[in-house]
Structures are given as structure tokens and as C-alpha cells.
């Protein structure tokens, strides 16, 4: 294929968002019950498997030394728990495809995860209408970013920033739900409400487990993206989170399984607690190649250069930045994990006096000498870095920025 990236660092890019749009697309799929968002997953393994066939023969033509094929043994790790997720989110998809069936509650449950999936329209004459996505700059403005544009009756996944929107398209974006009402206002769509699952009745078993299958679904992507900050940073902190959200996954499984097994007494249709039971296995998967990626860090073993190069050359970026004493954002209380204004940018991890809060929640209270670990769009790093109180300054040689305080 001729568009295939021609260097090691960008197949390990296209690589990781490629797993990443897969997982997005398949819960998106699964969501909306849409078969051919799920068959677009299923195409995207496909590419994924390419990227990984050229990968590992890059590594093994680029090792000529002992000390080469230790550090390409990092990479050919990376990669290998790269694929397990996307063979995860294949699985996912397959819930769809093969017809499995999942409880309608779950749908519910699913519009109030942590980062939805939600697909709008977009309408003739209106803002996104004849823009590019550079132009619009959504992750910024609403904090959700478009994975994925139907055009007519094509997939364009994971579209480039040179992308322009027309009016037909249907956007298949990413991010918290709080930005939901802004995008489809700026697509000109009528005004949505979120299903809403009823609570007048006493919770059931099977209530229980599509409650526990969403925090799994929360649980499991939260530590794919401090895997990945652990391998940037080389945290041994940050990989140690990553185990415990695992160990704490295998515990939720078995939970679930208990749960569904028990609505099975019930009067529910059995048909739906295959998806369950399906969905609650994938989930776990994806923690689990999470942990495998940071092996590597636990174990102290040395990583490729370029590792860290191409991590922090995606779509989205993952920083680390320390909040100054008097900044926009110092005593500010948390009531999303969206920071300060205008930024796309979600807190993933707060450390503080050594130690990390993972996935602060509404009323945490910032505070000057904190380090957030945050998850946004590459254009949005620059407004973070004010609002933390720093002038960001790129090294355009390394990849590396540095923080200049700003006057007070």
C-alpha cells in the first residue's frame, strides 16, 4: 500500500490510534446498534495486522547488536499488546455482527460513561457545514473530537485534520457528554436527550451487572491512557495504577459473571446476557493489555527511543504539567474532568505529594504544586500550559517542550 507510514515512529503512531479508533467505533457500534460502524472495526483489524506484520520485520532487519535487539524487544512488546487490544475491540464489535443482543439499560448506562461515543448529523448552512476539522478546532471548543465521518454510504475513520465537513455527514465523535449539546448546535441538529433508565423499580441482578459492565468499560480505557503516560514518563507510579486497575478488573468480572448468572433465575431473556457476558470478557482483555504494556517499566527493562517519540505523536497527546502557585486553574474545584476552559484537554490523574489520585472526581480542589497527567488535543496544549500558570516552549529538535513561568 502505498499510504502506509515509511519509518518505524509513524507505523507505531498509526498504530496506536488505529487500535484506539477501533475501540471507539465498536462501542459506538454497540451503542447504536449499527452494523456497519461494527464491519468498519473488523476492516480496521485488517490494517492494524499489515501495520503489525511490517512492524515486527523492521525490528528484527534493525537489530545488529545485542544491545539493538533488547531495545526492539520493547517495541515488538509494545506492539504485540497494541494488537490484543484491537483484537479486543474486534470482539466487541462482534456483539453486533454475530447478533448477540445486550439489555436495552445498558444502552442507557452507556450515554453516562466517562467519554461517550454519540453520532449527529450535519445540516445544511450550518457551522460545521463547508469546514475543515483544522478549522473548527471541536476538541477544543466542545471537547469531543471526530473519529469518524459516513459519508453517503462510506467510512472515512479517523479522518484528517484537512477533512471538510459537508452537510449529509454523519460525525461519529469522541469525549465527554457535556459537550454533546455544543456540537450538535454547531451542526445545526435538533436538541438530544440522553436515554434515561428508569429507577422507579428495585435493582436487579441483572441492573447490578450492566452497572458494573459500564465502570468496566470506564476502567479499561482509563488504563490504556496511563499505560501509555507510564511508557512516556517512565513512571513506575503510574504503572503501578495500571496493575491495580487490572487486579481490579479481574474482581468486577467476577462479579459480573455472579450477577448475570443469577438474572438468568429472572424472567430475562437469555439472549441478552450473551452480550453481557461477551462484552464483560473484551473489557477485561483491554486492561489486560494495558498491564502488559507496562511490563516494560515495571521491570525496569530499557525502551526504544522512539517509543517515546511516537507516543507522544497521535491524535491525542498525553502531558504531564504542574500547576503554579496563583494560576487560572490554582484552588480551582473540579466539577468535570474537563480542565479550565477552551482546552479539549481531561484529567486522567492528579499527583500530589508523591502520590497519584487517579481519576479525580467533581470537588476535588486543584492546588498550586500539584502534577496533572491530562489527555487532549495537540492544539490544545498551549492554552493548558497558560492556565497552569507556563509558557510552553517546543523543542522542535527532541519532540521535548519546556515551561517558562509566566509573569504575575
Not at 499488546?81 to 484491537?86: D, L, V, W
Not at 446476557?273 to 470478557?281: F, M, V
Not at 502534577?371 to 517546543?394: K, T, Y
Amino acid at each position: 500500500m502505498d499510504d502506509r507510514p515509511r519509518n518505524l515512529k509513524a507505523m507505531l503512531s498509526e498504530t496506536k490510534d488505529t487500535s484506539e479508533l477501533m475501540v471507539d467505533l465498536a462501542y459506538a457500534a454497540l451503542f447504536y446498534g449499527d452494523d456497519d460502524m461494527a464491519d468498519e472495526v473488523i476492516d480496521l483489524e485488517t490494517r492494524l495486522s499489515e501495520l503489525v506484520h511490517e512492524m515486527r520485520a523492521v525490528c528484527v532487519m534493525a537489530a545488529r547488536s545485542p544491545r539493538d535487539a533488547e531495545q526492539m524487544s520493547s517495541v515488538l512488546h509494545l506492539v504485540s499488546a497494541i494488537e490484543r487490544m484491537g483484537n479486543a475491540a474486534v470482539d466487541v464489535a462482534k456483539i453486533v455482527t454475530h447478533k448477540l443482543g445486550i439489555p436495552i439499560a445498558l444502552v442507557a448506562d452507556l450515554a453516562a460513561a466517562h467519554e461517550v461515543s454519540h453520532r449527529v448529523r450535519v445540516r445544511e448552512q450550518s457551522h460545521l457545514d463547508g469546514r475543515s476539522l483544522d478549522e473548527l478546532e471541536l476538541p477544543v471548543e466542545t471537547g469531543l473530537r471526530v473519529v469518524a465521518i459516513r459519508r453517503n454510504r462510506e467510512w472515512i475513520a479517523d479522518p484528517d485534520d484537512d477533512e471538510v465537513l459537508r452537510s449529509g455527514d454523519v460525525l461519529i465523535a469522541r469525549g465527554p457528554s457535556e459537550g454533546i449539546p455544543e456540537l450538535r448546535e454547531l451542526a445545526g441538529a435538533p436538541e438530544w436527550r440522553a436515554v434515561v433508565a428508569d429507577g422507579s423499580q428495585p435493582l436487579t441482578d441483572l441492573d447490578r451487572a450492566v452497572d458494573v459492565l459500564v465502570e468496566m468499560k470506564n476502567l479499561s480505557e482509563a488504563a490504556v491512557a496511563l499505560a501509555y503516560s507510564a511508557l512516556m514518563y517512565k513512571d513506575s507510579g503510574l504503572a503501578a495504577e495500571v496493575s491495580s486497575l487490572e487486579d481490579r478488573l479481574d474482581e468486577m468480572r467476577e462479579h459480573l459473571e455472579v450477577w448475570v448468572l443469577r438474572s438468568a433465575a429472572e424472567a430475562v431473556d437469555p439472549a441478552q446476557l450473551r452480550g453481557l457476558l461477551h462484552l464483560g470478557a473484551s473489557a477485561e482483555e483491554i486492561g489486560d493489555a494495558a498491564q502488559q504494556m507496562v511490563w516494560l517499566v515495571e521491570e525496569g527493562e530499557e525502551l526504544h527511543p522512539v517509543l517515546q517519540a511516537a507516543l507522544g505523536d497521535t491524535d491525542d497527546v498525553v502531558i504531564r504539567m504542574p500547576v503554579a502557585p496563583g494560576s487560572s486553574l490554582d484552588g480551582v474545584q473540579l466539577t468535570t474532568t474537563q480542565l479550565g476552559d477552551d482546552t479539549g484537554f481531561h484529567l486522567l490523574a492528579l499527583r500530589r505529594v508523591g502520590r497519584y489520585v487517579y481519576r479525580p472526581r467533581s470537588g476535588v480542589t486543584i492546588q498550586a504544586g500539584d502534577d496533572l497527567l491530562a489527555r487532549g488535543p495537540w492544539e490544545g496544549r498551549d492554552d493548558l500550559a497558560e492556565q497552569c500558570g507556563h509558557r510552553l516552549i517546543d523543542d522542535e529538535d527532541t519532540g521535548t517542550f519546556d515551561l517558562e513561568p509566566l509573569a504575575r
